[in-house]
């Protein structure tokens, strides 16, 4: 079946440093992908749609030049967390949609900012 | 704004009894997702419903999608310890919307 990875699985950095996430479907194309924030024991939220070709499309209240996102090509989608604060340690999670139009998730990326 | 209403929040069961989680949405939906999202893990597809009063059973896991096409329900019957976990619904295709999500947690 289709596959989404994402890495690093976890990452521990310094606050005011930049963290960059992976998001690759390993067996079929995506041009769109979407990025997810998930805090312990809630919802999943989705914080842009990334598309292959152009700029993402950042949900309200998602700051653009936070959560830089870049689509490289129809298997990836790069979400970088610049300037990183303790507020933004959370679950970070992608997604493709994947044969049948429905979303394979990534297992997830947990980042704790220090 | 597009929503979709989940409920409820939480719900603890006991191993073999019955569990029910209902989504309802403001507007009608061209087709509804289901998802379960193990604790730690990532939300993985269960099911997905189109037509209006579809019924989709999976062993013991039961989908319904309501007639007018605005409300969801999936239903676990003599639930297992396997079943925890939190099951999300999920509307949309380009615009995705998560339901809030139920959190079932069983006492064996």
């Known amino acids: 079946g289709a596959v989404v990875s994402q890495h690093p699985s976890w990452v521990i950095c310094k606050s005011g440093t930049s963290v960059k996430i992976e998001c690759r479907s390993l067996?079929?194309?995506?041009?769109?992908m979407f990025w997810y924030r998930q805090f312990p024991k809630q919802s999943l939220m989705l914080m842009a749609t990334?598309?292959?070709?152009?700029?993402?499309?950042?949900e309200q209240g998602v700051e653009k030049d936070k959560f830089l996102i870049n689509h490289a090509s129809l298997t990836l989608s790069t979400l970088t967390v610049t300037s990183a604060h303790p507020e933004d340690s959370s679950f970070y999670i992608c997604?493709?949609?994947?044969?049948?139009?429905?979303?394979?998730f990534g297992p997830g990326t947990r980042l704790t900012v220090l | 704004g597009q929503q979709v209403m989940q409920i409820p929040q939480y719900q603890h069961v006991q191993e073999g009894e019955d569990f029910t989680t209902y989504c309802n949405s403001s507007?009608?939906?061209?087709?509804i997702q289901w998802y379960k999202q193990r604790p730690g893990g990532h939300p993985v597809f269960l099911i997905q419903?189109?037509?209006?009063?579809e019924v989709k059973k999976q062993k013991r896991l039961t989908f319904q999608f309501g007639e007018a096409k605005k409300n969801s329900s999936l239903h676990i019957t003599a639930t297992q310890t396997t079943d925890v976990g939190t099951y999300f619904c999920l509307k949309g295709a380009q615009k995705l919307v998560f339901g809030q999500g139920t959190r079932l947690t069983i006492n064996p």
């Open positions: 419903l189109v037509k209006s009063g």
């Open positions: 997604s493709a949609p994947g044969p049948g139009d429905t979303q394979y």
């Open positions: 067996d079929f194309q995506a041009t769109t």
């Open positions: 507007t009608t939906l061209s087709n």
């Open positions: 990334s598309n292959e070709g152009s700029k993402a499309t950042y």
